[in-house]
């Protein structure tokens, strides 16, 4: 009965500790560059990201946990952070004041198919910059993201990018899409030969249809805005990221326009796409707001600390013994003291005799222990232990906090 659900998880400390590196990591990131929080709902209406993420797409087709609530009402618990992005700038009027810069910490839901690096539920760091349709703010948000990666030393990455062109020049792409694999039907994935009609360009990136037909397959001729903004982003990373352009790079969702881009890493096994985004300039428009272009990205937070090199920080944790009940209260104080100086201790297990505290000490792998009886009450002093060289010594109680804070 008690079992948890396929595709999620239980972070405990170590693993729930490599997030919040990430997270550290983007925030100070997002400060730099003066993004703004913003805590989105994590159930939207369902309507939201099949007018938004895209009808014809996975994520909505089947990926989605969707129901009807209690009032009737068809919602989703969000798969992406996009659409809440869009109806929140919406909703709130930003048209006095169109250029925003929102950056989201956030758990997301798709039911795809659980594997090493792919969840059911898991983290996206987003970044949302709303109101610049210079090419100049495609490499910014691309800049954010390097620089994160670069914090967090995620090595050995490939920045891949590509423009899939507008409304004007993305129909005869598609048209030409839809003619090229139409000859060859009979040769595509039984995936790609349902979608080949509604969404051909994904056919592209399809692990097993697309590398046949890299080569082959029509390439988007972009219209001459599209080309001048797609030349210009890349005039822009140059020198500051090395990037690759990736004419088969199309992304599985529907609102972007030009710029679309993808951080990939191998991560043994596991999925490699670390982060990923683009241009989205009718988005916001199509849901019934003002129409303002916006570009942004999300990384998964899961899969990019898995990635990175950082070393993580151990806090040197300090474990309180009594060895008589004489000397609990003193002990309790010691403790406290402790932590308001901000020290990390532990122990107050004083129901235990000593062999059982010091048991104790060293599972939780403590540093040093402080060891106190009724005799040390007297003399208002302490035992401090070094569990790692076993080297103990007596001293008085502010020696022993002025020892312990220079740790
Ligand atoms: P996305 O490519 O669907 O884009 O997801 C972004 C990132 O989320 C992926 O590159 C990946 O690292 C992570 N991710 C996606 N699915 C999973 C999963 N099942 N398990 C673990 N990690 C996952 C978006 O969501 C867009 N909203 C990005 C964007 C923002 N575009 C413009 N603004």
Redesign the pocket.
């Known amino acids: 009965m008690a079992k948890l659900l396929r595709g999620f998880r239980d972070l405990f400390e170590e693993e729930a500790q490599k997030l919040t590196t990430v997270e550290k990591a983007a925030r100070s990131v997002f400060k730099i560059y003066g993004a703004k929080e913003l805590r989105l709902p994590t159930l939207e209406l369902k309507e939201i990201f099949i007018k938004a993420t895209g009808q014809t797409t996975d994520?909505v087709q089947k990926e989605m946990y969707a129901f009807e609530d209690g009032g009737g009402r068809l919602v989703a618990m969000r798969p992406?952070?996009?659409p809440g992005v869009a109806r929140a700038y919406i909703e709130n009027n930003f048209q006095e004041n169109p250029l925003q810069k929102f950056f989201y910490i956030g758990n997301?839901f798709?039911a795809?198919r659980p594997q090493a690096?792919?969840?059911?539920e898991?983290e996206?760091i987003?970044l949302?910059y709303i109101g610049n349709a210079s090419p100049a703010a495609d490499a910014e948000v691309i800049l954010m993201l390097k620089a994160i990666f670069d914090k967090l030393g995620v090595k050995n990455y490939k920045v891949k990018i590509n423009s899939i062109g507008c409304k004007e020049c993305r129909p005869k792409f598609r048209e030409d899409l839809i003619k090229f694999f139409t000859a060859q039907k009979d040769s595509l994935c039984e995936k790609c030969q349902t979608r080949l009609e509604v969404n051909p360009l994904r056919v592209l990136d399809c692990k097993i249809d697309g590398p046949k037909f890299t080569q082959s397959a029509p390439k988007q001729i972009l219209c001459p805005a599209c080309q001048k903004h797609f030349d210009e982003v890349k005039k822009y990373l140059d020198g500051k990221v090395p990037f690759e352009v990736d004419p088969c790079l199309v992304?599985?969702?529907d609102y972007y326009t030009k710029t679309v881009f993808?951080f990939q890493a191998d991560i043994a096994g596991a999925?490699n796409?670390?982060?990923?985004?683009?241009r989205?300039d009718d988005l916001i428009a199509s849901m019934g707001g003002p129409k303002v272009p916006a570009?942004?990205?999300?990384?998964?937070a899961?899969?990019v600390a898995l990635a990175s090199s950082f070393e993580e920080q151990k806090s040197k944790t300090i474990f309180v013994v009594s060895v008589e009940e004489s000397a609990n209260n003193y002990a309790f104080n010691i403790l406290q003291t402790l932590r308001e100086k901000g020290l990390s201790a532990q122990g107050g297990l004083f129901d235990k005799n000593l062999k059982a505290q010091m048991k104790q000490a060293n599972k939780i792998n403590a540093s040093y222990a402080i060891i106190v009886g009724g005799n040390e009450v007297s003399k208002n002093t302490a035992v401090l232990k070094d569990l790692t060289s076993g080297e103990q010594k007596e001293l008085s109680l502010n020696d022993l906090l002025a020892n312990l804070e220079g740790k």
Do not use: N, P, S
């Open positions: 994520i992406e952070g996009t997301m798709r795809e690096g792919r969840y059911r898991f996206q987003g949302e992304r599985g969702l993808e999925q796409a670390l982060a990923a985004g683009g989205y570009v942004g990205w999300a990384l998964g899961e899969r």
